[in-house]
Antibody, heavy 120, light 111 residues
């Protein structure tokens, strides 16, 4: 059973860069079974897919966030990370990491989520 | 505004059945059999309930079922139980540019 755990600062100042890491356990990030994804949910609102990275390093980003997003992977640590630059209050959300099954395009496993607040 | 349209809320009494719709376009729901549904209780992460339109992961009760007709997918919950009260989100593959789109979510209330 794959488990995911997000970590990172819970408070980021406007215009700065949000950085989060997801640690994968119970399976290898290099297995090729999943696309490792980030999804966010503003308070009281719905889900928004941010993007994914494959173990090989190939990435895809939501066009609406593409100019500000970078997702990277560290296979030696079984981790992948999210960086979102030039944040504003609109980026305040619970950020989830998730394992996307690429063959059938569904999110199989989710982290518990971490709230990131953008405020000075 | 979400890419997929869901009713804001639905409700039903214990033992009854409810259906939640998820309407998209021929570029997402109507174009692929890659619709999934997620259950989210307050303060918790979403949980996969249905994938590939109608398949249930191991451990999900058979009271949960999915279907699709044209550009609209549906999640039906039969024999409603109190623990089914939650938010439900649909998600669809949307091609190699957009990839995945979510619905806005539906709040299910068990009366």
């Amino acid at each position: 059973q794959v488990q995911l755990q997000e970590s990172g600062p819970g408070l980021v100042k406007p215009s700065q860069t949000l950085s989060l890491t997801c640690t994968v356990s119970g399976g290898s990030i290099s297995s090729g079974d999943y696309y490792w994804s980030w999804i966010r949910q503003p308070p009281g609102k719905g889900l928004e897919w941010i993007g994914y990275i494959y173990y090989s390093g190939s990435t895809y980003y939501n066009p609406s966030l593409k100019s500000r997003v970078t997702i990277s992977v560290d296979t030696s640590k079984n981790q992948f990370s999210l960086k979102l630059s030039s944040v504003t209050a609109a980026d305040t959300a619970v950020y989830y990491c998730a394992a996307l099954r690429g063959e059938d395009w569904y999110f199989d496993y989710w982290g518990q989520g971490t709230l990131v607040t953008v405020s000075s | 505004q979400s890419a997929l349209t869901q009713p804001r809320s639905v409700s039903g009494s214990p033992g009854q059945s409810v259906t939640i719709s998820c309407t998209g376009t021929s570029s997402d729901v109507g174009g692929y059999n890659y619709v999934s549904w997620y259950q989210q209780h307050p303060g918790k992460a979403p949980k996969l309930m249905i994938y590939d339109v109608s398949k249930r992961p191991s451990g999900v009760p058979d009271r949960f079922s999915g279907s699709k007709s044209g550009n609209t997918a549906s999640l039906t919950i039969s024999g409603l139980q109190a623990e089914d009260e939650a938010d439900y989100y649909c998600c669809s593959y949307a091609g190699s540019y957009t990839f995945a789109v979510f619905g806005g979510g539906t709040k299910l209330t068990v009366l």
